[in-house]
T-cell receptor
């Protein structure tokens, strides 16, 4: 089973709202990722968690706040977003070897976010 | 720095004909190469990968890719295209730094 689930599928929020995106995997993967994807463009990496610790933050604005409560869950907390933040937000997960190398990333279906 | 180029924004092919989606890469060290497919309003689905070994890699849904080190290419191929193969295809490379770098994507249109 290579399934990564994401909720909600769609989210519409105002610029003053606070919302959260959720991602879950039960493949025993210890690396989890958040990507942002604009229409017809490749995904852009936002954050990487490895063994529940934030290992990479690609200079993402603080209005995006990631959280990894346990090895199966990854959240992305949203606050005071801008209309240009509207995009498809993808979660992915992968195995991590003992020497830190990651394997194939498996992606969830994404959350389509619209900021009004 | 690593990079991936997909020189064609769109590839058109008739159903039943062979298809090729091109990808070239630049990376220091040994490349780990991937192909993903994305259907409208969906996430990326893993198709296949090259890590080491045989240059011809077979993947899901009848797709295969050929690794060519001298030409730094990793073209995606399928002997007989289906209308349902119409989608956006991304090539990606990963080096020892673990991060994926994606190409710009190629839209495949298979016409009946």
């Amino acid at each position: 089973d290579t399934e990564v689930t994401q909720t909600p599928k769609h989210l519409v929020m105002g610029m003053t709202n606070k919302k959260s995106l959720k991602c879950e995997q039960h493949m025993g993967h210890r690396a989890m990722y958040w990507y942002k994807q604009k229409a017809k463009k490749p995904p852009e990496l936002m954050f990487v968690y490895s063994y529940e610790k934030l290992s990479i933050n690609e200079s993402v604005p603080s209005r995006f706040s990631p959280e990894c409560p346990n090895s199966s869950l990854l959240n992305l907390h949203l606050h005071a977003l801008q209309p240009e933040d509207s995009a498809l937000y993808l979660c992915a997960s992968s195995q991590v070897s003992r020497d830190g190398l990651t394997d194939t990333q498996y992606f969830g279906p994404g959350t389509r976010l619209t900021v009004l | 720095a690593q990079s991936v180029a997909q020189p064609e924004d769109q590839v058109n092919v008739a159903e039943g004909n062979p298809l090729t989606v091109k990808c070239t890469y630049s990376v220091s060290g040994n490349p780990y190469l991937f192909w993903y497919v994305q259907y409208p309003n969906r996430g990326l689905q893993f198709l296949l990968k090259y890590i080491t070994g045989d240059n011809l890699v077979k993947g899901s849904y009848g797709f295969e890719a050929e690794f060519n080190k001298s030409q730094t290419s990793f073209h995606l191929k399928k002997p007989s295209a289906l209308v349902s193969d119409s989608a956006l295809y991304f090539c990606a490379v990963k080096n020892a730094g673990n991060m994926l770098t994606f190409g710009g994507g190629t839209r495949l249109m298979v016409k009946p």
